[in-house]
């Protein structure tokens, strides 16, 4: 299964992915002043997908990603 993450500067949007099927798509608003919503949002999800894609605009989260989620045995295309 495969993971598709938006990143804006105000809300993330993620869904999971099989093939050409796309289910429910997740959105979560935040703050820089509250990244921990991010990580509780995304950690989950980087323990059941085989492959993330991921599409950022926010250096702070693609550093939250890169610390707390690269250890993991997954590919992951930031």
Known sequence: MNLAIDIGNTSI???????????????LNYS????????????????????????SVVPEINNIIKKNFLTKKINLYL
């Not at 820089?32 to 599409?55: E, P, Q, S, W």
């Open 13 to 27: 949007k993620k869904a999971s992915f099989v093939d050409n099927s796309l289910n429910k798509i997740h959105h």
């Open 32 to 55: 820089k002043k509250k990244l921990n919503k991010v990580n509780n949002f995304l950690k989950d999800d980087f323990n059941k997908h085989n492959k993330i894609y991921i599409c």
